[in-house]
């Protein structure tokens, strides 16, 4: 039995400790918010909050995050999240949205650590996240309002 | 397995060009089917009676008592937003309340939901959506409203004439009494549907032309909105396929001994385009795969590289073809020509590769079958899985979610026998084979994806073109090779014409310069390279090479690139004004520092009207696109912000494509894996975007696809611009 601390609540799971957590939180504990994409931390969709953390969850196993604090889309919280939210809806950055998932992930993260990144910043900080549908401008856009919200 | 006849899903309709002219018209008598969407409708019958051309509000919209107005919507989001515009269309008729509007997909019914332009086909695609739905969801709307007003009249006892409605609520202002949908729903249901339903003078839009937000941005930024891989059902198990590494090869013999080692494996199956492994957990199957030992047989697969099929293309294109298009005589032409551009130009496979990986969920029941599926094309799947489960298409249910993504992969029209698999037939056959016993999801990983075929055609393009002692154009010979999309499936009466499939030439054949000295020959070749509509179709590569030539000519003639285009563009207006404005609107007259480069490009699909230019800036062989100006006119814009939107991702979906991506075969062998080696476009990359977008009294015409075409050709023109090198080859390499 592994524990894992999965939006503020401990659960024990029956699963090989090898298991990638993608496969963990999406078949074992049904949060299917965060996605699958290409299982080689090529393209973010699977972006999870691994004690404050970006991380792949496709590639990090379930055995690398026992007992530490996970966080996915399903528990996001807090002034960050909530600006990163809005500002994404106010925009309407999504087009299938299949990746957004992780790419807000990635913007809370960014935005935690870089109240107002620039975009040199916002490259470097997204540049892992892949939307096939092209959002990028928006996402551009949305990363700062967001930063103007929480200003 | 039964062979199953797909053209007789395509009743004889009009090609795609035509119904855009005569929709309204062809819009089909209603039936009204036994989906009764409004709750506790026992007296659907009493509707019966409608008139031709008038749709039954009740087959579109549920209106609850919470007062939320649902749209069965006939079309599903892959990302271009479709939903969202029906339900505006709905709204503005309706005089619904924007933040009571919700969106459902409808179940497979291809009586009900059928696309206009398709024919008796429930299906998303082909940029339709907005231009097929036009007049049937505005009228769904008005008869509703309509039925609303007689419902309160009655009630109220007070002429119709008299009520007014206005974000949901019903008034009538001289007793003061009022109503909301919610309240009056019940009522509403039991009237008659209406036989006249007149429209709203568009001057009484309130919502068409707004920036209304997508119905799904809450869903979509909280993890709430479900796809198909999202899906769970009790005692569900997940499959994973062993596909074969040349296409065209089937299973000779399998071992399943270590794979059933792997704890979670529950049973390895063959079918017939590979052997499946099924597990309790994703995970699990994946592992089971890899230890997953398959001998294939080869004699009948594609064992050549792309150097080879290309030297085949190349032989083809020096031969008289099948003739697409003689207009004038540009042999004749070309003997008066005093400069001339003789070329060549290759276009790579190229794979969709949308976010969420082909996938679906079957379970067989004693009844039928039900599929939970994001699929483009309800009326084929319900076919296909009829056709494999041996069931009637009556029997199959599907159960429509959000697509992550598809640019046309998720239209697949591919039919049972078929060597190469493709997903939801391998999903049917798989449960088949194991009797239905349990629910099965099939995923197809990011590798089966990517090395899984279902291209966009690689293509050849031959082209002579030269200009007259006055720089017009004398004469252009084009010849162009690729492998048929359409040919021998469901789609063939629509685009398949004197032995022409319009969609290897489009763009070509159909080019709205007046090119009066123009002949367009095309071959079609074999492979067992399954090939398939990538967004924006033929004119994905058709376009690079018009606007190349283009360009060149212009370059031969000493003109401006703009105004020799606007010249060919004089009969043209909405056309050429498209040029113009993106012209304007980049600066087009001021020059650019040494190493920049400034490229136009224009091109018309869907009969959406699209200019680009593009600057670009290059340092050795690097090329940055810094600024993409886009101007667009696709009639009425529903709703700019998703029409903006449109273009935006447009560019940033080809632009890995035009800079990088290609599907290349080494003996057979696709080259690449993921995301590493075919890597779509990223944040860094993305240019500047500005869209503007003609003011139009014109119906709405396709923006999923119209993006596209413009994008390559405007970089390459552009880097020509910084640098004085025709690039002719995709990806572009300097």
């Given at each position: 039995m592994i524990t894992l601390k999965v939006n503020g609540t401990s659960q024990e799971l029956d699963v090989n400790p090898d298991m990638p957590l993608l496969w963990a939180l999406r078949d074992t504990l049904n949060l299917t918010g965060t996605k699958f994409g290409c299982g080689v931390a090529q393209c973010g969709a699977c972006t999870v909050h691994v004690d404050g953390q970006a991380v792949r969850s496709c590639t990090i196993t379930v055995g690398q995050v026992a007992g530490r604090?996970?966080?996915?889309?399903?528990?996001?919280?807090?002034?960050?999240?909530?600006?990163?939210t809005k500002a994404w809806q106010q925009l309407d950055v999504v087009q299938c949205g299949y990746c957004q998932s992780g790419q807000i992930m990635s913007a809370i993260k960014l935005l935690t650590i870089n109240k107002k990144p620039t975009n040199k910043e916002i490259d470097a900080g997204m540049g892992g996240n892949i939307c096939r549908c092209g959002t990028y401008v928006r996402i551009r856009q949305a990363i700062h309002e967001a930063a103007k919200t929480l200003a | 397995m039964h062979p199953i006849n797909f053209n007789k899903l395509a009743a004889p309709t009009p090609s795609r060009r035509e119904f855009l002219i005569g929709a309204a018209a062809t819009a089909g008598v209603f039936v009204l089917g036994a989906y009764i969407p409004f709750p506790k409708r026992a007296f659907a019958q009493e509707n019966s009676g409608m008139a031709k051309g008038i749709y039954d509000p009740n087959v579109f919209l549920k209106i609850g008592t919470d007062n939320t107005v649902t749209l069965l919507s006939k079309h599903f989001d892959m990302g271009q937003g479709a939903p969202t515009g029906l339900a505006t269309l709905v709204a503005e008729e309706l005089e619904a309340?924007?933040?009571?509007?919700?969106?459902?997909?409808?179940?497979?019914?291809?009586?009900?939901?059928?696309?206009?332009?398709?024919?008796?086909?429930?299906?998303?695609?082909?940029?339709?959506?907005?231009?097929?739905?036009?007049?049937?969801?505005?009228?769904?709307?008005?008869?509703?409203?309509?039925?609303?007003?007689?419902?309160?009249?009655?009630?109220?006892?007070?002429?119709?004439?008299?009520?007014?409605?206005?974000?949901?609520?019903l008034r009538h202002a001289a007793s003061g009494k009022t109503a909301t949908f919610g309240e009056l729903a019940d009522a509403a249901m039991r009237v008659p549907v209406p036989t006249d339903v007149p429209l709203k003078d568009p001057k009484a839009w309130t919502l068409i032309g707004t920036k209304l937000p997508r119905l799904d941005s809450l869903?979509?930024?909280?993890?709430?909105?479900?796809?198909?891989?999202?899906?769970?059902?009790?005692?569900?198990?997940?499959?994973?396929?062993?596909?074969?590494?040349?296409?065209?090869?089937?299973?000779?013999?399998?071992?399943?001994?270590?794979?059933?080692?792997?704890?979670?494996?529950?049973?390895?199956?063959?079918?017939?385009?590979?052997?499946?492994?099924?597990a309790k957990d994703t995970w699990s199957a994946i592992r089971g795969r890899n230890m997953l030992k398959v001998t294939w047989e080869t004699s009948q697969a594609e064992t050549r590289s792309t150097t080879d099929i290309f030297d085949e293309y190349r032989a083809l294109a020096g031969k008289p073809g099948v003739q697409a298009l003689?207009?004038?005589?540009?042999?004749?032409?070309?003997?008066?020509?005093?400069?001339?551009?003789?070329?060549?130009?290759?276009?790579?496979?190229?794979?969709?590769?949308?976010?969420?990986?082909?996938?679906?969920?079957?379970?067989?029941?004693?009844?039928?079958?039900?599929?939970?599926?994001?699929?483009?094309?309800?009326?084929?799947?319900?076919?296909?899985?009829?056709?494999?489960?041996?069931?009637?298409?009556?029997?199959?249910?599907?159960?429509?979610?959000?697509?992550?993504?598809?640019?046309?992969?998720?239209?697949?029209?591919?039919?049972?026998?078929?060597?190469?698999?493709?997903?939801?037939?391998?999903?049917?056959?798989?449960?088949?084979?194991?009797?239905?016993?349990?629910?099965?999801?099939?995923?197809?990983?990011?590798?089966?994806?990517?090395?899984g075929g279902f291209y966009r055609p690689m293509a050849l393009h031959k082209v002579t073109a030269g200009i007259d002692a006055k720089g017009h154009i004398a004469g252009w010979q084009h010849a162009t090779v690729s492998k048929s999309i359409i040919m021998g499936t469901a789609f063939e009466p629509m685009a398949v014409k004197d032995g022409v499939d319009a969609t290897a030439v489009e763009g070509i054949a159909d080019t709205p310069y007046a090119i009066n000295a123009l002949s367009v020959d095309w071959h079609n070749v074999k492979t067992p390279v399954p090939v398939l509509w990538m967004r924006s179709v033929g004119h994905s590569h058709?376009?690079?090479?018009?606007?190349?030539?283009?360009?060149?000519?212009?370059?031969?003639?000493?003109?401006?690139?703009?105004?020799?285009?606007?010249?060919?563009?004089?009969?043209?207006?909405?056309?050429?004004?498209?040029?113009?404005?993106?012209?304007?609107?980049?600066?087009?007259?001021?020059?650019?520092?040494?190493?920049?480069?400034?490229?136009?490009a224009y091109h018309r699909s869907f009969n959406t009207r699209v200019a680009m230019v593009a600057e670009v800036s290059v340092k050795g062989k690097a090329i940055t696109v810094d600024r993409i100006v886009a101007a667009v006119d696709c009639g009425i814009a529903v709703n700019p912000d998703v029409i903006e939107a449109q273009i935006q991702g447009a560019i940033g979906f080809t632009l890995s494509a035009v800079l990088r991506n290609q599907i290349t075969l080494n003996k057979g062998v696709v080259e690449q894996n993921n995301?590493?080696?075919?890597?779509?476009?990223?944040?860094?990359?993305?240019?500047?975007?500005?869209?503007?977008?003609?003011?139009?009294?014109?119906?709405?015409?396709?923006?999923?696809?119209?993006?596209?075409?413009?994008v390559a050709p405007s970089i390459g023109n552009a880097i020509f611009a910084a640098t004085g090198k025709r690039l002719r080859h995709l990806p572009l390499t300097l």
């Open positions: 604090t996970i966080t996915t889309i399903e528990g996001l919280s807090g002034k960050v999240a909530d600006a990163v | 309340d924007w933040s009571s509007m919700r969106i459902e997909f409808a179940p497979n019914n291809a009586k009900l939901y059928n696309n206009l332009a398709f024919g008796p086909v429930m299906g998303t695609g082909g940029s339709t959506s907005t231009t097929e739905a036009w007049e049937q969801m505005r009228q769904v709307g008005a008869a509703a409203r309509m039925m609303f007003v007689t419902a309160a009249a009655k009630q109220w006892q007070v002429p119709a004439a008299d009520i007014t409605v206005r974000k949901g609520v869903d979509k930024t909280t993890g709430k909105a479900v796809y198909a891989l999202d899906i769970r059902r009790p005692g569900m198990l997940t499959a994973v396929i062993k596909h074969p590494e040349l296409f065209g090869a089937r299973v000779a013999s399998f071992d399943p001994t270590e794979t059933m080692k792997i704890v979670g494996v529950v049973d390895v199956v063959q079918i017939p385009t590979g052997v499946a492994v099924l003689r207009r004038g005589d540009a042999t004749a032409g070309l003997k008066h020509a005093v400069k001339t551009v003789e070329a060549e130009f290759t276009m790579p496979y190229l794979t969709h590769a949308p976010m969420e990986p082909l996938n679906a969920t079957l379970e067989l029941r004693s009844d039928g079958a039900e599929m939970w599926s994001g699929c483009q094309l309800k009326t084929l799947d319900e076919a296909t899985l009829a056709n494999i489960l041996e069931l009637k298409p009556e029997q199959i249910k599907i159960h429509t979610l959000y697509g992550g993504g598809s640019f046309g992969r998720r239209g697949s029209f591919s039919q049972p026998g078929n060597p190469v698999g493709d997903w939801i037939i391998e999903l049917a056959e798989i449960v088949k084979t194991i009797k239905g016993r349990a629910p099965v999801h099939l995923l197809w990983t990011r590798e089966d994806d990517i090395k058709t376009a690079f090479v018009m606007e190349t030539i283009l360009d060149d000519l212009a370059h031969l003639a000493k003109k401006d690139p703009l105004n020799f285009r606007l010249d060919l563009l004089a009969q043209q207006p909405r056309d050429a004004a498209v040029v113009k404005l993106a012209a304007e609107k980049s600066g087009w007259t001021y020059a650019l520092p040494n190493g920049h480069g400034r490229g136009l995301f590493y080696d075919y890597e779509p476009t990223r944040m860094p990359e993305m240019p500047k975007v500005e869209v503007h977008i003609v003011k139009s009294a014109e119906r709405p015409t396709g923006i999923g696809e119209p993006g596209v075409p413009p």
